[in-house]
């Protein structure tokens, strides 16, 4: 009934088609043609995934799942790879929300991009063909599209990165995200082989999905954490996570939408997507969970110390989103599989605000994205002010925003489900406390007191054009309605957005647990599951009123630093030198990368250049040419244009082989 | 007495309809050509780009079935019908290349030219299908003369002249050697027919290994490697395919290899099935010696059209490479390559036909440099053929060689599918090079390219297209290769 679902992917192509191959004539001729091709094509998508999840929505959860085979991909022996999507409510919410904001982004980059003449069209372009990549990533049935998807949006995000690439330092940001995502890519396809391998051993060669997840208990424990350990490796790199998130803080050389659309809300994202996707086999590894966990509450917390001192706007917007991506994964490790996935449509939402309302503000200013320069835009750009608070209320975890909900559905996982700790919970809560200054230490050092820019950008400041308004305001009461999705149980709600994810995270670790050990276990796990999940009430109150109260914290302590007593960071970074030369040189991780990874890597290629490549490769391949060259002397000898020569070879052939045939009766 | 008897042959000619259609046409365009005035216009290429058309409808909507009709002399299944499809494409891209070719070479512009043309593609079309050595023997000359006399069409052209001699001298020599191979297999089993030859060596094993039997092998062996330039009877090859007019020889390295290759595995599949055990030592050695000699010879090239003479020689080596495999993998395989490579092989002597003008052609390499700048779709094609001629993804050529490969793999000729991948790493040293003097050299002198008409065009958009579309969607090709394996035993 979902037969149509092929129509998501092929309105962004038909764009990439059309903008791609005449947008240089389109763009000439005119050029609101080339916005109303791209944008009506991936608002085209978002209708279409409306119409299917509504149809779905009508469906009873158990059978909300459909599988649509486009062509026939790949054969070759035992692997039989389709073209082909999958509908459920885990792919058609990931596909709901980046089609839509997706289409949102694309409108406002309309206004953005707008002064950059002749290459509107390659914009658009790139824009699209992001969409198709991330819609196929989502919507594939099987590993081999999805890593498709993932390898195309990783090339996108390298062409839109170094958009504006007649600048070196743009040009080197793209090279620096595409190096460090290959590093993940790799670990990704070895995993997707070891998967495949492991799991043909027992009879299933497959890729897909449906096949290949009701069948991992038959890997043994090992193979499924190292499937597990190596899959989360390629997270590291495609969604910022310690230790290959160094890539994304650079990424922000592209043009803000671009931010907005791929290095906030979606690409970034894919890794949580892929985990959440893959949770049955996740769930049959605990130490492969705790490592996500780990992992992940440790860069929430890391990524969260940089943002406190960074002045650059969209660098601190980086950093919060490396930090958030944290918190995604923390949710997901200790198996709050739904939670994690909440916290992305919530991020997607504010995040994707921010990124734009900072695009907002460096085009008021005229570029300029120093936060130093920056002051007392509220009464010059009232709207980009008031949405960007909406959305820094809502991550820094305000009670009623959606920030909050997701957030503390996170934190309350952390510290309650059997693999939760309550380590785990509190760096996450420092982590908040910490979101909630550096946040509001944007707002105040962007929108409130004097403005401190020079004259001549100071005459220029403007709000910005409907274009770029209108989807900051749909975004500003999604950031704050989004959440009541998910209210809990203890704030009187029902989880809706659990239940609706219930059919994809169904096999939950008690579930899968119950189905690997037979009926033994099962009285065993069903009390865990009861005793885990209730620990008490009045813990969950506590712990609530704990991280928002941390926030609050944060929050006073901004305002107290950056708009009552103004001298005070300079006083404190006197004092504290040492600390806050390490945050705001993030750590110095960059320059250790450089020493431990990058120079060494360099001596090896300087090694293999002169030692191995110059000498014993282009010695053997002169050797080679040499061998080659003598040889066509000689074979020229006998290429020598003369029939009777050729005849002659003829000859000689004939009687080898004949003497062949002969020893062989013989023989 | 059977000798009496006269059997009334059943005549199917619905199963011949494709042939009978390029028969036809050739004929009319023949009769057009000397009756018409207007001798400029490509008139006469339409025509029978028009037959052509229609003879692919014909094999396309001719069902699925496998009979043999003729009584036995020709056998209509889907394998013939691949061969069948890949001929018309053949053509269908010759004919396009033609149309544009007749401003540099105008003497091909004539009814003569077209005939001969559609005469050779029946040929091939006959060696798909043929179900007896006669039919074999036949079908090849059809093809075979009408080649000869086409390499020489330009017949103020020296090289020409010289092309179409040595094709012919060394051509039916070769001829003589096939022929005396079928009777000596004829003396062995009795019989013609392929089919039947078959049946008879498996009742008969002790035959398998007479003198007899293996002397008609082993000749059969040079007149089929004759046509599909293998080692050591491919030394024809480079002098022909210079020599030839452009659009002559892109037709020859691809129609006469489809043909001769479709022809050499029906007889040695399922007429000497029986000997293939024998067989494999001999082919796996003249296949790495096809493969090897032919590459390392192309480095060695500065004329193009030699160099692309001297690749065909090392694919006639991959291809080999597949028939010592066997097995249904390796014939799907083999089909998809051939497919593959006339896409790739005509669309690369169409954009070398483009640059080309009335005294003498540009077909050294150094013509080449700079030449991506100056027409850059033309260099991207270029590009794309050279890509997948040197076996890179998403081409044809990748995906057509990684099918032969792992069929060798498949049937344990792991060394020979290593030296296949090690003579494609060799290959990508010449194959590249056209690409680097197209976009890194500066050009020497300056080149006008000729004004692509609307036939070129189509014919390298479909060229390219199908060496992508097979690269990238293998499956949808593969799976018709993989229907078409069925031989009537």
Same mark, same amino acid.
């Given at each position: 009934?979902?037969?149509?679902?092929?129509?998501?992917?092929?309105?962004? !192509?038909?764009?990439?088609?059309?903008?791609?191959?005449?947008?240089?004539?389109?763009?000439?001729?005119?050029?609101?043609?080339?916005?109303?091709?791209?944008?009506?094509?991936?608002?085209?998508?978002?209708?279409?995934?409306?119409?299917?999840?509504?149809?779905?929505?009508?469906?009873?959860?158990?059978?909300?799942?459909?599988?649509?085979?486009?062509?026939?991909?790949?054969?070759?022996?035992?692997?039989?790879?389709?073209?082909?999507?999958?509908? #459920?409510?885990?792919?058609?919410?990931?596909?709901?929300?980046?089609?839509?904001?997706?289409?949102?982004?694309?409108?406002?980059?309309?206004?953005?991009?707008?002064?950059?003449?002749?290459?509107?069209?390659?914009?658009?372009?790139?824009?699209?063909?992001?969409?198709?990549?991330?819609?196929?990533?989502?919507?594939?049935?099987?590993?081999?599209?999805?890593?498709?998807?993932?390898?195309?949006?990783?090339?996108?995000?390298?062409?839109?990165?170094?958009?504006?690439?007649?600048?070196?330092?743009?040009?080197?940001?793209?090279?620096?995200?595409?190096?460090?995502?290959?590093?993940?890519?790799?670990?990704?396809?070895?995993?997707?082989?070891?998967?495949?391998?492991?799991?043909?051993?027992?009879?299933?060669?497959?890729?897909?999905?449906?096949?290949?997840?009701?069948?991992?208990?038959?890997?043994?424990?090992?193979?499924?954490?190292?499937?597990?350990?190596?899959?989360?490796?390629?997270?590291?790199?495609?969604?910022?996570?310690?230790?290959?998130?160094?890539?994304?803080?650079?990424?922000? +050389?592209?043009?803000?939408?671009?931010?907005?659309?791929? @290095?906030?809300?979606?690409?970034?994202?894919?890794?949580?997507?892929?985990?959440?996707?893959?949770?049955?086999?996740?769930?049959?590894?605990?130490?492969?969970?705790?490592?996500?966990?780990?992992?992940?509450?440790?860069? +929430?917390?890391?990524?969260?110390?940089?943002?406190?001192?960074?002045?650059?706007?969209?660098?601190?917007? !980086?950093?919060?989103?490396?930090?958030?991506?944290?918190?995604?994964?923390?949710?997901?490790?200790?198996?709050?599989?739904?939670?994690?996935?909440?916290?992305?449509?919530?991020?997607?939402?504010?995040?994707?605000?921010?990124?734009?309302?900072?695009?907002?503000?460096?085009?008021?200013?005229?570029?300029?994205?120093?936060?130093?320069?920056?002051?007392?835009?509220?009464?010059?750009?009232?709207?980009?002010?008031?949405?960007?608070?909406?959305?820094?209320?809502?991550? +820094?975890?305000?009670?009623?925003?959606?920030?909050?909900?997701?957030?503390?559905?996170?934190?309350?996982?952390?510290?309650?489900?059997?693999?939760?700790?309550?380590?785990?919970?509190?760096?996450?809560?420092?982590?908040?406390?910490?979101?909630?200054?550096?946040?509001?230490?944007?707002?105040?050092?962007?929108?409130?007191?004097?403005?401190?820019?020079?004259? #001549?950008?100071?005459?220029?400041?403007?709000?910005?054009?409907?274009?770029?308004?209108?989807?900051?305001?749909?975004?500003?009461?999604?950031?704050?309605?989004?959440?009541?999705?998910?209210?809990?149980?203890?704030?009187?709600?029902?989880?809706?957005?659990?239940?609706?994810?219930?059919?994809?995270?169904?096999?939950?670790?008690?579930?899968?647990?119950?189905?690997?050990?037979?009926?033994?276990?099962? @009285?065993?796990?069903?009390?865990?599951?009861?005793?885990? @999940?209730?620990?008490?009430?009045?813990?969950?109150?506590?712990?609530?009123?704990?991280?928002?109260?941390?926030?609050?914290?944060?929050?006073?302590?901004?305002?107290?630093?950056?708009?009552?007593?103004?001298?005070?960071?300079?006083?404190?970074?006197?004092?504290?030198?040492?600390?806050?030369?390490?945050?705001?040189?993030?750590?110095?991780?960059?320059?250790?990368?450089?020493?431990?990874?990058?120079?060494?890597?360099?001596?090896?290629?300087?090694?293999?250049?002169?030692?191995?490549?110059?000498?014993?490769? #282009?010695?053997?391949?002169?050797?080679?040419?040499?061998?080659?060259?003598?040889?066509?002397?000689?074979?020229?000898?006998?290429?020598?244009?003369?029939?009777?020569?050729?005849?002659?070879?003829?000859?000689?052939?004939?009687? +080898?082989?004949?003497?062949?045939?002969?020893?062989?009766?013989?023989? | 007495?059977?000798?009496?008897?006269?059997?009334?042959?059943?005549?199917?000619?619905?199963?011949?309809?494709?042939?009978?259609?390029?028969?036809? $046409?050739?004929?009319?365009?023949?009769?057009?050509?000397?009756?018409?005035?207007?001798?400029?216009?490509? %008139?006469?290429?339409?025509?029978?780009?028009?037959?052509?058309?229609?003879?692919?409808?014909?094999?396309?909507?001719?069902?699925?079935?496998?009979?043999?009709?003729?009584?036995?002399?020709? $056998?209509?299944?889907?394998?013939?019908?691949?061969?069948?499809?890949?001929?018309?494409?053949?053509?269908?891209?010759?004919?396009?290349?033609?149309?544009?070719?007749?401003?540099?070479?105008?003497?091909?512009?004539?009814?003569?030219?077209?005939?001969?043309?559609?005469?050779?593609?029946?040929?091939?079309?006959?060696?798909?299908?043929?179900?007896?050595?006669?039919?074999?023997?036949?079908?090849?000359?059809?093809?075979?003369?009408?080649?000869?006399?086409?390499?020489?069409?330009?017949?103020?052209?020296?090289?020409?002249?010289?092309?179409?001699?040595?094709?012919?001298?060394?051509?039916?020599?070769?001829?003589?050697?096939?022929?005396?191979?079928?009777?000596?297999?004829?003396?062995? $089993?009795?019989?013609?027919?392929?089919?039947?030859?078959?049946?008879?060596?498996?009742?008969?094993?002790?035959?398998?290994?007479?003198?007899?039997?293996?002397?008609?092998?082993?000749?059969?062996?040079?007149?089929?490697?004759?046509?599909?330039?293998?080692?050591?009877?491919?030394?024809?090859?480079?002098?022909?395919?210079?020599?030839?007019?452009?659009?002559?020889?892109?037709?020859?390295?691809?129609?006469?290899?489809?043909?001769?290759?479709?022809?050499?595995?029906?007889?040695?599949?399922?007429?000497?099935?029986?000997?293939?055990?024998?067989?494999?030592?001999?082919?796996?050695?003249?296949?790495?010696?096809?493969?090897?000699?032919?590459?390392?010879?192309?480095?060695?090239?500065?004329?193009?059209?030699?160099?692309?003479?001297?690749?065909?020689? %090392?694919?006639?080596?991959?291809?080999?490479?597949?028939?010592?495999?066997?097995?249904?993998?390796?014939?799907?395989?083999?089909?998809?390559?051939?497919?593959?490579?006339?896409?790739?092989?005509?669309?690369?002597?169409?954009?070398?036909?483009?640059?080309? *003008? *009335?005294?003498?052609?540009?077909?050294?390499?150094?013509?080449?440099?700079?030449?991506?700048?100056?027409?850059?779709?033309?260099?991207?094609?270029?590009?794309?053929?050279?890509?997948?001629? %040197?076996?890179?993804?998403?081409?044809?050529?990748?995906?057509?060689?990684?099918?032969?490969?792992?069929?060798?793999?498949?049937?344990?000729?792991?060394?020979?599918?290593?030296?296949?991948?090690?003579?494609?790493?060799?290959?990508?040293?010449?194959?590249?090079?056209?690409?680097?003097?197209?976009?890194?050299?500066?050009?020497?002198?300056?080149?006008?390219?000729?004004?692509?008409?609307?036939?070129?065009?189509?014919?390298?958009?479909?060229?390219?297209?199908?060496?992508?579309?097979?690269?990238?969607?293998?499956?949808?090709?593969?799976?018709?290769?993989?229907?078409?394996?069925?031989?009537?035993?």
């Amino acid at each position: 009934m979902f037969d149509y679902v092929w129509l998501i992917p092929v309105f962004p !192509a038909i764009g990439v088609l059309i903008n791609g191959f005449l947008g240089k004539r389109i763009e000439k001729f005119n050029k609101s043609i080339v916005h109303w091709v791209a944008c009506g094509a991936v608002g085209l998508s978002f209708l279409v995934t409306c119409i299917i999840f509504f149809q779905m929505l009508g469906l009873e959860p158990e059978h909300r799942f459909y599988e649509f085979t486009c062509f026939n991909w790949i054969s070759g022996g035992v692997l039989q790879t389709y073209v082909a999507y999958q509908i #459920d409510p885990l792919s058609m919410l990931m596909c709901m929300f980046v089609t839509g904001v997706g289409f949102l982004i694309h409108v406002y980059s309309i206004g953005y991009m707008a002064h950059d003449e002749g290459r509107y069209y390659r914009f658009f372009t790139y824009l699209n063909l992001f969409m198709f990549s991330m819609i196929n990533l989502i919507l594939a049935n099987n590993f081999l599209l999805m890593f498709l998807g993932w390898e195309g949006v990783g090339m996108c995000s390298y062409l839109l990165i170094g958009f504006w690439f007649s600048e070196e330092a743009n040009a080197v940001a793209g090279k620096k995200a595409f190096i460090t995502n290959r590093v993940g890519d790799f670990f990704f396809i070895v995993g997707m082989l070891v998967l495949f391998c492991g799991l043909g051993e027992h009879g299933v060669w497959s890729f897909q999905f449906s096949r290949v997840f009701p069948n991992v208990h038959l890997l043994s424990p090992n193979t499924v954490t190292l499937v597990c350990l190596l899959f989360f490796a390629g997270c590291t790199a495609k969604s910022a996570q310690i230790p290959l998130y160094i890539w994304l803080p650079d990424a922000m +050389a592209g043009p803000t939408p671009v931010s907005a659309l791929i @290095h906030a809300a979606t690409m970034v994202t894919s890794g949580v997507y892929m985990v959440a996707r893959s949770n049955i086999l996740y769930s049959l590894s605990p130490f492969a969970m705790g490592v996500v966990a780990v992992v992940g509450a440790l860069t +929430a917390l890391f990524a969260a110390s940089i943002g406190l001192a960074q002045n650059d706007i969209k660098k601190v917007l !980086a950093y919060s989103t490396v930090s958030q991506l944290g918190y995604m994964f923390l949710g997901l490790g200790v198996g709050a599989y739904a939670a994690g996935m909440f916290h992305v449509l919530t991020h997607s939402f504010f995040k994707a605000l921010l990124f734009m309302g900072a695009g907002s503000v460096i085009h008021a200013m005229s570029g300029e994205q120093d936060m130093r320069l920056m002051g007392g835009l509220r009464k010059k750009t009232p709207i980009t002010f008031i949405t960007m608070f909406i959305a820094t209320l809502a991550i +820094a975890g305000i009670p009623g925003l959606s920030g909050f909900f997701s957030k503390d559905e996170i934190l309350w996982q952390a510290y309650s489900s059997p693999h939760g700790h309550f380590l785990l919970w509190l760096t996450g809560a420092v982590a908040a406390g910490m979101t909630a200054f550096y946040m509001f230490r944007l707002i105040f050092m962007t929108f409130y007191n004097e403005n401190r820019a020079p004259e #001549d950008v100071q005459h220029h400041i403007h709000e910005s054009p409907k274009a770029m308004t209108v989807p900051l305001m749909v975004l500003a009461v999604l950031s704050v309605i989004g959440g009541y999705l998910g209210v809990p149980h203890a704030l009187g709600g029902s989880n809706r957005f659990h239940k609706f994810l219930d059919p994809v995270m169904g096999m939950g670790p008690d579930k899968i647990f119950q189905k690997a050990a037979g009926g033994s276990l099962h @009285h065993v796990a069903e009390g865990s599951h009861v005793a885990a @999940h209730h620990p008490s009430l009045f813990m969950e109150y506590l712990l609530m009123a704990v991280s928002v109260a941390i926030a609050l914290i944060g929050i006073y302590i901004a305002y107290v630093m950056y708009v009552k007593k103004r001298d005070l960071p300079e006083k404190l970074a006197e004092k504290f030198r040492l600390l806050h030369r390490m945050l705001f040189n993030k750590w110095y991780v960059d320059e250790l990368y450089t020493l431990v990874i990058i120079r060494p890597f360099h001596g090896i290629s300087n090694f293999f250049w002169k030692i191995i490549d110059v000498i014993m490769i #282009d010695g053997m391949v002169n050797g080679v040419a040499r061998v080659v060259g003598w040889g066509s002397s000689v074979l020229r000898l006998i290429q020598s244009g003369y029939v009777q020569c050729y005849a002659v070879s003829i000859i000689f052939g004939t009687v +080898a082989l004949l003497v062949y045939y002969f020893l062989k009766i013989a023989g | 007495m059977d000798m009496l008897e006269f059997v009334v042959p059943e005549l199917d000619f619905r199963a011949i309809l494709p042939q009978i259609i390029l028969a036809i $046409t050739a004929l009319t365009v023949l009769l057009t050509g000397v009756f018409s005035r207007e001798k400029k216009g490509p %008139a006469i290429g339409f025509l029978s780009l028009a037959g052509v058309a229609l003879s692919f409808s014909a094999v396309v909507f001719s069902g699925s079935q496998t009979v043999s009709s003729f009584s036995g002399m020709l $056998t209509n299944d889907s394998f013939a019908r691949f061969i069948s499809m890949i001929v018309c494409v053949v053509a269908l891209l010759t004919i396009l290349i033609s149309i544009n070719y007749r401003k540099i070479s105008p003497a091909i512009n004539s009814g003569e030219y077209y005939c001969l043309l559609l005469f050779a593609a029946l040929g091939m079309m006959f060696m798909g299908s043929a179900g007896n050595l006669l039919m074999v023997f036949v079908a090849l000359e059809t093809m075979s003369i009408s080649i000869y006399a086409l390499a020489g069409f330009q017949k103020q052209r020296e090289k020409s002249i010289e092309s179409a001699l040595k094709y012919f001298l060394l051509g039916a020599f070769a001829s003589g050697f096939l022929l005396y191979g079928f009777a000596l297999v004829y003396g062995a $089993t009795g019989t013609m027919d392929i089919v039947k030859i078959g049946r008879f060596l498996n009742d008969h094993p002790l035959v398998v290994h007479s003198p007899l039997l293996l002397g008609g092998v082993a000749l059969m062996t040079v007149g089929f490697g004759f046509k599909v330039a293998m080692f050591p009877f491919h030394m024809w090859t480079p002098d022909v395919y210079e020599g030839a007019p452009t659009s002559v020889t892109a037709f020859m390295a691809t129609g006469v290899k489809a043909a001769a290759f479709a022809a050499l595995i029906r007889v040695f599949y399922v007429a000497l099935g029986s000997l293939q055990v024998d067989m494999t030592q001999i082919m796996w050695v003249i296949a790495l010696l096809t493969m090897t000699v032919g590459n390392v010879v192309a480095i060695a090239q500065s004329n193009i059209k030699r160099m692309l003479a001297y690749s065909s020689i %090392a694919h006639a080596g991959y291809l080999l490479v597949g028939f010592v495999a066997g097995g249904e993998l390796a014939i799907s395989g083999m089909l998809f390559y051939l497919l593959g490579y006339a896409f790739m092989n005509l669309g690369a002597f169409g954009v070398i036909a483009l640059l080309a *003008k *009335k005294d003498g052609e540009y077909t050294e390499l150094s013509d080449f440099a700079g030449l991506g700048f100056k027409y850059p779709a033309m260099g991207l094609v270029m590009a794309v053929f050279m890509f997948s001629m %040197a076996g890179i993804p998403p081409t044809a050529g990748f995906m057509g060689k990684f099918y032969i490969f792992t069929a060798a793999i498949n049937s344990g000729f792991i060394w020979l599918a290593i030296f296949g991948v090690i003579n494609s790493v060799i290959s990508i040293y010449y194959y590249l090079r056209v690409i680097v003097t197209m976009y890194f050299k500066e050009p020497e002198q300056d080149i006008v390219m000729l004004t692509p008409t609307g036939a070129i065009i189509l014919a390298l958009v479909i060229a390219a297209a199908g060496v992508l579309f097979m690269g990238i969607l293998p499956s949808s090709v593969l799976d018709i290769a993989r229907n078409s394996t069925t031989l009537i035993m």
